[in-house]
């Protein structure tokens, strides 16, 4: 929104500020001094309270504004300016520079669409699952059923909660099974757009098949066999604050060794460790591609996101990692699918 449309000078009246609340649908005006530095916001709600403590509409806007209402800094994250948007249930929340000055505003209206706008998302619903045995013989992996609602229908979900209004899913196996399941579906919210890979093409190789007017954007991909709290908000704004080539989500992931684990040298024991565990930072199911890393994946051809890391590193593209410490379920065998049912059924 454009904070120049709403801004009312500390010597406006009442009355004044009532015709320009009449003329935006915007709901809150910005009461700014000479040097256009905020003074305090006013709602109608404002102004009617004040008119009926005194009903003079000559009087100064002054007397109705709220004179420290709740802002941001220029510097804080979108995630953190959307989030006191939420938190407060405001209007508006005015974005200063360091000497008070109106740098922007975010309006609860237009809160949701900066993913939208500068995000494509892909979900990944191509796979097999064939870790999972007989539980995907007949039916994809995206449309297992997770405490009453299927895989991909959490995953689309949650892209269209952060504010995302189309979103491409990419689908091979069984995929009529899919494209006919979410057709039936009218209550997601959002536009679905179906990449078909006639071949496998790996956990990369359907990005190739993006149409050109989405492939200026980065692109959010995310498998849809995962089970997460993840904000793609702040994932989304580490990105652009990084400028990478690509971010990856990751999670720290511990190994437990249920032995006793020997350090040998010529035979000699030279130390011994009972049940060690080890860390290791291993890639989510989650990354943003930029354009430009984008434009390696060759089209039509097998090539798995992993190569596209690979291709990345070796011509010295900028590659990131967002670690996420919340909730995370890969659905990757019957283990994980059963302990993602006990956990989304409390």
């Keep these: 929104m454009d904070w120049r449309k709403i801004t009312l000078p500390d010597s406006a009246t009442i009355e004044e500020g009532l015709n320009a609340l009449n003329r935006s649908r915007a709901q809150i005006l910005l009461v700014i001094d000479d040097e256009l530095r905020l003074r305090g916001c006013v709602t109608d709600g404002d102004i009617r309270r004040q008119l009926l403590r005194n009903s003079d509409l000559k009087a100064s806007i002054r007397e109705a504004m709220i004179a420290n209402p709740i802002t941001a800094k220029v510097e804080s994250l979108i995630s953190d300016k959307l989030k006191m948007l939420k938190d407060h249930k405001l209007v508006a929340l005015p974005v200063l520079f360091e000497n008070g000055r109106i740098h922007s505003v975010i309006h609860k209206d237009d809160s949701l669409d900066f993913l939208d706008e500068n995000f494509c998302a892909v979900i990944m619903a191509g796979g097999k699952g064939s870790r999972l045995g007989a539980l995907t013989q007949t039916t994809p992996k995206p449309l297992l059923e997770v405490g009453g609602k299927s895989l991909l229908e959490r995953s689309i979900s949650h892209l269209a909660q952060e504010g995302f209004k189309e979103i491409f899913i990419s689908i091979n196996y069984l995929a009529d099974e899919i494209v006919d399941f979410l057709n039936s579906r009218t209550d997601l919210g959002v536009e679905l757009t179906f990449i078909r890979e006639e071949i496998p093409l790996g956990t990369a190789g359907s990005l190739s098949l993006l149409p050109s007017r989405v492939r200026n954007k980065p692109i959010l991909v995310t498998n849809s066999d995962l089970i997460h709290d993840l904000s793609f908000l702040a994932l989304a704004e580490f990105h652009l604050r990084q400028k990478s080539d690509i971010s990856i989500v990751t999670k720290n992931y511990k190994v437990a060794i249920p032995y006793g684990v020997l350090s040998i040298s010529n035979n000699r024991v030279c130390s011994f460790e009972e049940k060690p565990s080890y860390s290791y930072m291993i890639g989510a199911g989650i990354t943003i591609v930029s354009p430009e890393?984008?434009?390696?994946?060759?089209?039509?051809?097998?090539?798995?996101?992993?190569?596209?890391?690979?291709?990345?590193?070796?011509?010295?593209?900028?590659?990131?990692?967002?670690?996420?410490?919340?909730?995370?379920?890969?659905?990757?065998?019957?283990?994980?699918?059963?302990?993602?049912q006990v956990l989304l059924s409390r």
């Design 293 to 340: 890393a984008l434009n390696l994946i060759k089209k039509d051809t097998r090539f798995d996101m992993t190569e596209l890391f690979e291709e990345c590193l070796g011509s010295n593209k900028k590659i990131m990692s967002f670690l996420h410490n919340g909730l995370w379920i890969d659905i990757g065998n019957p283990n994980d699918f059963a302990l993602s």
